[in-house]
């Protein structure tokens, strides 16, 4: 509880100081805003609806390519897991994939795949999808020996090893690989946005900064920071739940 309320106490005396420093001038409430500006805009936003609009393209974009990153990822995790061959081949690439600056990607995506919604989904998963790939085949190939070998002597095959040991022993790693996928893959989305849309969150932010409405841009920031928490919170509820009944 002491440590809640002094998260509490930190963001309200921040709140606080940050109004009293806009509406005294000491600061210039033009370029920082206010927290009584943004929750001005806010309100005016969603009386008339375009707030749910913007933050529905974004949620829907976020989740599409969560779930594509999760799905795609689990699958060539197994083939790199069932094929040592395709694993030495692929690895490397991988490697080199990851450690690309994934904004610079967004402009050659929008060449290739145009300025649509497709285009944000897979910058978005292009964020998480290959750090995503190497984590599972890591934990995949981590798994106890002992128990694949048990596996073989019951005349089991490479079936019953990923169904039996492989996938049930890495439900942490993937539950893990989600909590960071959630957050990257909305930062991907957002990333898109900013080249590629005419609505969403990421395009609130980019038209705000064009036009000076610093509080619609700071409003669209801590929307996104509001639900990057609840969507990993939601994950981590998921988490504790399945944990406890299995």
Known sequence: MLVIFF?????????????????HQIIDSFIFSSPSKIMNALLLMISDHSIFLHLGVTLYETF???FLVIFVSILFAILLWYS??????????LVVLNS?????????L??????????II???????IFGSILNLYTSFRSTDPGKIKLIYT???????????????YSIPAIISNMKVNIGLCLVGVIIGEFLAAK???GYLIIYSSQVFKMDWLLMSICILCVFAIFLYALIDFGEKLYFKHF
């Open 110 to 119: 929008i060449v290739w795949l145009g300025a649509t919604k497709t285009t």
């Open 100 to 108: 690309l600056p994934k904004s610079a990607l967004a402009p050659l």
């Open 7 to 23: 998260r509490i106490f930190l963001l309200t005396g921040f709140l606080f100081l940050w109004e009293f420093c806009a509406s």
């Open 64 to 66: 599409v390519s969560f």
């Open 122 to 128: 897979v910058t978005g998963m292009s964020v998480a």
């Open 199 to 201: 609505e969403g969150l």
């Open 154 to 168: 019951l005349r089991g095959n490479h079936l019953h090893v990923l169904t039996k040991v492989i996938l049930p």
């Open 84 to 93: 040592n061959n395709l694993s030495e081949i692929l690895e490397p690439y």
